[in-house]
Antibody, heavy 126, light 109 residues
């Protein structure tokens, strides 16, 4: 079945750029029904949607993070990536990648988020 | 800035029924917000429970149900089990972007 796995540095210095990659296995990232996204969770706090990308490269970002976020896709490697610039301690979080499925019938559309990666903790500290 | 509001905490007795709600600062939640509900236990990734208001995944126990109630999205647990103790998050769609609620910590006591 489809699986997602986050990878990247677990420690980033303040003011630098956080970079993570999500590798998709067990299926193609280039499906017309799928969007690929990033979600984060600061320690002890709630979930925050960061943004998502379609295999064609169309992106959608959280307005509050838009100026610092770039999400890209590499269909040849079946991967998508997150870059978050000018990080501060407030960006310390577990970062998850997840697939959103968009299914539309003749009468309605449905959206669901599954699967998720296991998450990776990124700490911003000097 | 759009805010999605959930009850911070709820307590329910085993075998009881509880309803968690999800409100939008923009007004009434409708099916067009595609409400999704997730369960998260400590140290685990969130697990999808309900999508597009009321649809269950194949792994979602029958005691979980989703609906729209009084202008909010709602998640009802009927016949609560001890293993349902967890944090529950709703997620709403705002025309290209998505916003999570702050989460409800459900205690089974």
């Amino acid at each position: 079945q489809l699986q997602l796995q986050e990878s990247g540095p677990g420690l980033v210095k303040p003011s630098e750029t956080l970079s993570l990659t999500c590798t998709v296995s067990g299926g193609s990232i280039s499906s017309s029904s799928y969007y690929w996204g990033w979600i984060r969770q600061p320690p002890g706090k709630g979930l925050e949607w960061i943004g998502s990308i379609y295999y064609s490269g169309s992106t959608y970002y959280n307005p509050s993070l838009k100026s610092r976020v770039t999400i890209s896709v590499d269909t040849s490697k079946n991967q998508f990536s997150l870059k978050l610039s000018s990080v501060t301690a407030a960006d310390t979080a577990v970062y998850y990648c997840a697939r959103r499925v968009l299914y539309c019938s003749s009468t309605s559309c449905k959206n669901w988020f599954d699967p998720w990666g296991q998450g990776t903790l990124v700490t911003v500290s000097s | 800035q759009t805010v999605v509001t959930q009850e911070p905490s709820l307590t329910v007795s085993p075998g009881g029924t509880v309803t968690l709600t999800c409100a939008s600062s923009t007004g009434a939640v409708t099916s067009g917000y595609y409400p999704n509900w997730f369960q998260q236990k400590p140290g685990q990734a969130p697990r999808a429970l309900i999508y597009s208001t009321s649809n269950k995944h194949s792994w979602t126990p029958a005691r979980f149900s989703g609906s729209l109630l009084g202008g909010k999205a709602a998640l009802t647990l009927s016949g609560v089990q001890p293993e349902d103790e967890a944090e529950y998050y709703c997620l709403l769609y705002y025309g290209g972007s998505w916003v999570f609620g702050g989460g409800t910590k459900l205690t089974v006591l």
